[in-house]
DNA sequence: CTCCGAACTGTAAGCGCTCACAACGTCATC
DNA sequence: GATGACGTTGTGAGCGCTTACAGTTCGGAG
């Protein structure tokens, strides 16, 4: 075990006393009030003022301290994007990455900094649920919100403007929310299914605590009414899980002709299981999937699948949160899904 | 398009003037000053107060003003985990993840919160760069940094502390770093190819502007020395530049007998190419990798590969970070890596 | 009984900023 | 020349917290 340490350079303490707004305005030969107005648009500040301190700031290398700002505005200007979720599923689904830059951008053009957090643990959630509310962040996006989750209770409690991605189980009422429409796109993938003459549809689902997990179920139920249960298995979203969840839907019902499978990754693991199991698709099976996202045209063959309003989903909930920020009341979005006919089905 | 708004319910306005410290003492019949000295470890407080104290925070629902302490401690509770890559790769590599969870554990044990902010384009660098030095965190951990990117320059130069993961190509006396030895696993992994009788080894490298990705190069060439440039391709991390660099060395170099593919993802892509290309992994071609990531037993066959101590890489970035921030001067830290023995050499 | 130190508590001075307010020209208007 | 309006500027009062510092209390030693 060797930790070696190549230098310890000769050394720069920290910051020798960060400029204040006082020095700015010492060295424009202003007050502080004018630098302030300055900063915070520059209304009614004559041009010579306004030289000054632009030479000012830029000799002083001054920067705003938000803490000081924030104290008085009452505003952090930055929100807080929790993924609640186990670390490794947040890497492997693309979702969240469609939303995380949707969300970012959004927020750019408010000039609000998005701030990461992941809650992988209960530890992680209580720390993250403090220090949330301790004013570091004027509001909160929640994506994946599973039911039984204090998180959501947490944060709504202490009056922090929150907004859901997902129909929030169980807080429907009283919480902003935006979704897409799971309910209907699990219809249209159902109804495309038989119309395509299948009628042994199995479905593998998604986790059964999040919206999309029932919601989606609901929609298969609604065309084809309470079918037989060993058409019925539920997975995770992640791709190993619609491998096994396939393969149990195979041993449970040998004769099913198309799954629905609630998820591209699971599709795609879906897809490998039917492979697997001698299957072609889609010949002998129809698999339709949901999402369309990257691995929906990398797969073999390409996926049909349902299309998430990813970048209008990012962009309701963004706007929602700042809707709550301002004092409005909780209000919900449901957004259009959209049916994408590939070779899967 | 139909976008619905299935309720809008009367609502509670936000938080009601939310209670102050004066609101605790009041209730709890002290003093601010006992307040403090209670949230701040609770030392010379007598038990009586304390549990007063304890009474007035339930029954106020107080939580601290985080402004209001950073205001005047000067310190944010906070520390940035500065992603520089496009947002693709954070999703793909799941490096970022090992990292992302050490650095979070460890934080966590010093009660700081981890920001994780992914700085994909030129202008989420600036943006993410004033937001850094307005004082939102105490110091930033920064990923993956690239030769010529000016974020690293634009901080230090704040004087914001800042520990870089990996060798900070041009910056290696005056920034904090923490890193695997590359060059050193490097070679091992080809010095034990060759002990296994290869004598044609290829290398697919990482992006030449990381320090991984020459570094690596480096221990190729200390144990081959300057080999024919045929067998030399570079990639970018990714399981496609994988496969892609690798079809090319075969073309290239179709008298090879192993490679040296400096990423676990990308190793995954060259068994593809390789597969694809007929040549069996190991019997015609052997294939080492780095990182000994998950894909690595994963893939068949298995990766033989280096690796990667990213526990104790990410404990020693935190280390080095929390030094910095209490003024010590900026040191460096090299951690050795590994070799791992599997089936594909 | 006095005195001293230890344990505890209150007080007040800021941290760096914003924003209402008052004060100041300066100019056109009466 | 007095008046008011307007654009510009400085002033000061906090935002909610920490932290010296200065009490205050109380027990035990002298």
Known sequence: MTVTEPHRARGSRISPARPTMDDVAA????????????????????????????????KTGYVVNQHA?????????????????PQDRLFEDPNFNNLLRGCTQVLADHDITLLLTVAATDADRVRIGRWVTAGHVDGALLISNHLGSPLLGDLKERGLPVVVCGRPLGHERDVSYAAADDRDGARQMVEYLRSRGHRRIGIVTGPLDTSGGVDRLDGYRDVLGAADPALVVSGDYTQASGEA???????????LDAIFVCSDLMAAGAVAALHRAGRRVPQDVAVGGFDDSKVATTTTPSLTTIRQPWMRLSAEMVRLLLARVDGEDPAAVLLPTELVVRDSA
């Open 69 to 85: 700002r924030s104290l008085v505005t009452q505003r952090a200007g930055s929100v807080a994007f929790i993924l609640s979720e």
């Open 245 to 255: 969840a396939t393969a149990k839907l195979l041993d449970q019902a040998p004769d």
């Open 27 to 58: 060295v424009a030969g202003v007050s502080r009030g004018t630098v302030s107005r300055f900063l915070n648009g520059g209304h009614n500040v004559s041009r010579s003022a306004r030289e000054a301190v632009e030479r000012a700031i830029r």
